[in-house]
């Protein structure tokens, strides 16, 4: 990205011109959409690559867009000398593009060769050959408005059916102030048709700039075979790239040391998983046979191309920079995943453990550092499920698809090795699915236990409470009960004192009646003596005497059964 990539204004750019004059042929890495990428390019240059395109860029939104800068644009200390492909209609804004690349790039190139019809409808491309005029216009700006003079400027066209008009807009473009022309031996129209290797010595000999030859060179030696055909002073190659990228090199087939360097750059650049599988997909194409293709081809992750790789061809993982690309990180998240599983189990164990009481558990939780950990407990929960239940997903369906290629009869066919394969792709998809799932359960256990125990702990603590409340209310009964029975024996013994006074004092009083009444009745019988001759006369008076007698009688006997009542009261 461009913003990634300053540090490059400091590194001395080189003039691609001087490749053209240095005495051999130019061996070039064409533009390739999606593939010629840096990683690509940081790659062919470790097989005797000598210049490299980038992906074809529409310039207007390069120019007008930053987030498409970018993304398109991508390059770093390394990555020279580097020319950029740019499809455009206007020279102004071929200009202003130009003056962006220029800090970080060697040159500019023009496409005037994509035949694709949606390039075509815009004004771009291929139908540029039918306008030399626009296309000189469009050199001739770059050219005044770039003061960098070491600064190529290209253009990489197709033929016409008359080639007249094709050598007149290649003359045209050499007057104007073009680096080089790169010539597709095929028409518009063309498509997989031979190419006019004929057609690219014609332009050749009538130009005076490097020309170079492009279309259907698969090997070295169709390089060397092009250069004796056409002349060229360089020549471009797409498909045998990407099929062979150690071509230039001399390698018939794609070396295993490339396909390990590809995996180091592309982990290292963090390539994404398409464009990092299809190029091996590629560079697999020759050494691989239809059975294997099947099941390469439908591996869906980095880390099972990684297995595969090791498994089949003994690559090794990728070391040299930490968590460098996808594969790096799926070992690391089910390792956390097994890590998170054992944790949860021997966490489950301590908090089971019979001699540590849930109120001790309460106590250790109500230590500060818990307390801290406490308020992010429900978001680290919350995150951690989804994360699990994810991969558990993510899990599921490798399980399914694995299952489904292991039971498909057509997996009869498939080597020993690519069956091999998948049969460990499907344990690790199962282990991966029943470390997730225990995890998950577990999580949710753990969650569980931990409720519970807080639960149970708050129970036990308010039992303890109660208790002591209880036996409190018990002892201040205890108390209170010895304190009345306290009061009540004082209370009895007040009241005995007080029944003895009062019978004494009843049967002192008795015994004055007594004496009062044995008085009276001397002095009656002696009344009564002397009255006896008075008997009638006072008969009546003997009458009310007699019965205030009995009266007194039964006054005295209740005096005296009294006076017994107290006796044997107080003889109790």
Request: aromatic share 8%; hydrophobic share 40%.
């Given at each position: 990205?461009?913003?990634?990539?300053?540090?490059?204004?400091?590194?001395?750019?080189?003039?691609?011109?001087?490749?053209?004059?240095?005495?051999?042929?130019?061996?070039?890495?064409?533009?390739?959409?999606?593939?010629?990428?840096?990683?690509?390019?940081?790659?062919?240059?470790?097989?005797?690559?000598?210049?490299?395109?980038?992906?074809?860029?529409?310039?207007?939104?390069?120019?007008?867009?930053?987030?498409?800068?970018?993304?398109?644009?991508?390059?770093?200390?390394?990555?020279?000398?580097?020319?950029?492909?740019?499809?455009?209609?206007?020279?102004?804004?071929?200009?202003?593009?130009?003056?962006?690349?220029?800090?970080?790039?060697?040159?500019?190139?023009?496409?005037?060769?994509?035949?694709?019809?949606?390039?075509?409808?815009?004004g771009y491309g291929a139908c540029l050959i039918n306008k030399p005029e626009l296309v000189r216009d469009m050199?001739?700006?770059?050219?005044?408005?770039?003061?960098?003079?070491?600064?190529?400027?290209?253009?990489?066209?197709?033929?016409?059916?008359?080639?007249?008009?094709?050598?007149?807009?290649?003359?045209?473009?050499?007057?104007?102030?073009?680096s080089w022309i790169t010539v597709h031996g095929r028409s518009v129209e063309e498509r997989h048709q031979p190419?006019?290797?004929?057609?690219?010595?014609?332009?050749?000999?009538?130009?005076?700039?490097?020309?170079?030859?492009?279309?259907?060179?698969?090997?070295?030696?169709?390089?060397?075979?092009?250069?004796?055909?056409?002349?060229?002073?360089?020549?471009?190659?797409?498909?045998?790239?990407?099929?062979?990228?150690?071509?230039?090199?001399?390698?018939?087939?794609?070396?295993?040391?490339?396909?390990?360097?590809?995996?180091?750059?592309?982990?290292?650049?963090?390539?994404?998983?398409?464009?990092?599988?299809?190029?091996?997909?590629?560079?697999?194409?020759?050494?691989?046979?239809?059975?294997?293709?099947?099941?390469?081809?439908?591996?869906?992750?980095?880390?099972?191309?990684?297995?595969?790789?090791?498994?089949?061809?003994?690559?090794?993982?990728?070391?040299?920079?930490?968590?460098?690309?996808?594969?790096?990180?799926?070992?690391?998240?089910?390792?956390?995943?097994?890590?998170?599983?054992?944790?949860?189990?021997?966490?489950?164990?301590?908090?089971?453990?019979?001699?540590?009481?849930?109120?001790?558990?309460?106590?250790?939780?109500?230590?500060?550092?818990?307390?801290?950990?406490?308020?992010?407990?429900?978001?680290?929960?919350?995150?951690?499920?989804?994360?699990?239940?994810?991969?558990?997903?993510?899990?599921?369906?490798?399980?399914?698809?694995?299952?489904?290629?292991?039971?498909?009869?057509?997996?009869?066919?498939?080597?020993?090795?690519?069956?091999?394969?998948?049969?460990?792709?499907?344990?690790?998809?199962?282990?991966?699915?029943?470390?997730?799932g225990f995890s998950l359960f577990l999580w949710l256990v753990l969650r569980r236990t931990v409720t519970l125990?807080?639960?149970?702990?708050?129970?036990?603590?308010?039992?303890?409470?109660?208790?002591?409340?209880?036996?409190?209310?018990?002892?201040?009964?205890?108390?209170?009960?010895?304190?009345?029975?306290?009061?009540?024996?004082?209370?009895?013994?007040?009241?005995?004192?007080?029944?003895?006074?009062?019978?004494?004092?009843?049967?002192?009083?008795?015994?004055?009646?007594?004496?009062?009444?044995?008085?009276?009745?001397?002095?009656?019988?002696?009344?009564?003596?002397?009255?006896?001759?008075?008997?009638?006369?006072?008969?009546?008076?003997?009458?009310?005497?007699?019965?205030?007698?009995?009266?007194?009688?039964?006054?005295?006997?209740?005096?005296?059964?009294?006076?017994?009542?107290?006796?044997?009261?107080?003889?109790?």
């Amino acid at each position: 990205m461009i913003g990634d990539i300053v540090e490059t204004k400091k590194c001395q750019l080189k003039d691609p011109m001087d490749l053209f004059h240095s005495g051999h042929v130019v061996k070039i890495c064409a533009p390739m959409v999606r593939y010629s990428k840096l990683a690509f390019r940081t790659l062919v240059r470790k097989y005797s690559c000598d210049l490299c395109y980038t992906p074809m860029i529409v310039a207007a939104d390069f120019v007008r867009s930053a987030k498409a800068r970018d993304s398109e644009f991508t390059t770093n200390r390394g990555d020279h000398p580097l020319i950029v492909q740019f499809a455009a209609k206007e020279a102004q804004v071929l200009c202003d593009a130009a003056c962006i690349v220029c800090p970080f790039a060697d040159g500019i190139d023009l496409n005037c060769g994509c035949p694709q019809r949606w390039a075509m409808a815009e004004g771009y491309g291929a139908c540029l050959i039918n306008k030399p005029e626009l296309v000189r216009d469009m050199v001739r700006h770059v050219r005044n408005q770039v003061n960098n003079p070491r600064f190529s400027v290209s253009i990489k066209i197709r033929i016409h059916e008359d080639l007249k008009r094709t050598v007149d807009l290649c003359q045209k473009a050499e007057a104007t102030g073009v680096s080089w022309i790169t010539v597709h031996g095929r028409s518009v129209e063309e498509r997989h048709q031979p190419v006019h290797y004929d057609a690219i010595k014609i332009i050749k000999q009538s130009m005076s700039i490097p020309v170079v030859a492009n279309g259907d060179i698969k090997t070295l030696k169709d390089a060397e075979n092009v250069h004796h055909l056409t002349g060229a002073d360089g020549i471009m190659v797409a498909r045998g790239l990407l099929a062979n990228p150690a071509m230039f090199a001399g390698y018939e087939e794609t070396p295993l040391k490339c396909i390990q360097d590809w995996v180091d750059i592309a982990l290292e650049h963090g390539t994404p998983f398409t464009c990092f599988h299809h190029h091996l997909m590629y560079m697999m194409e020759r050494i691989t046979s239809k059975q294997e293709k099947k099941v390469f081809n439908v591996l869906s992750s980095t880390s099972a191309v990684l297995d595969y790789l090791s498994d089949h061809y003994a690559a090794r993982r990728h070391q040299a920079q930490p968590g460098a690309g996808l594969a790096g990180t799926m070992t690391f998240q089910w390792t956390a995943v097994a890590t998170i599983l054992y944790g949860e189990i021997a966490v489950i164990l301590v908090l089971c453990l019979p001699f540590i009481s849930p109120l001790r558990w309460q106590k250790i939780f109500m230590i500060p550092l818990w307390s801290k950990v406490a308020v992010f407990w429900n978001k680290m929960f919350l995150t951690i499920i989804v994360l699990l239940i994810v991969l558990f997903l993510d899990a599921v369906r490798e399980v399914k698809k694995y299952s489904a290629v292991h039971v498909n009869e057509k997996a009869a066919n498939i080597n020993t090795n690519a069956f091999d394969h998948i049969q460990m792709k499907l344990f690790r998809s199962q282990r991966n699915l029943y470390l997730s799932g225990f995890s998950l359960f577990l999580w949710l256990v753990l969650r569980r236990t931990v409720t519970l125990l807080t639960q149970l702990a708050k129970g036990m603590a308010s039992h303890a409470a109660l208790e002591t409340q209880v036996n409190d209310a018990t002892e201040a009964a205890k108390k209170y009960l010895a304190e009345n029975e306290r009061l009540q024996e004082a209370l009895s013994e007040k009241g005995s004192s007080k029944k003895k006074d009062s019978a004494e004092a009843t049967d002192e009083k008795l015994k004055k009646e007594i004496e009062h009444l044995k008085a009276e009745l001397q002095k009656t019988s002696n009344a009564l003596h002397k009255a006896n001759n008075e008997v009638t006369a006072v008969k009546k008076q003997s009458e009310g005497l007699k019965r205030e007698y009995d009266r007194l009688m039964k006054e005295y006997e209740r005096l005296q059964d009294s006076l017994n009542e107290a006796e044997d009261k107080k003889d109790l």
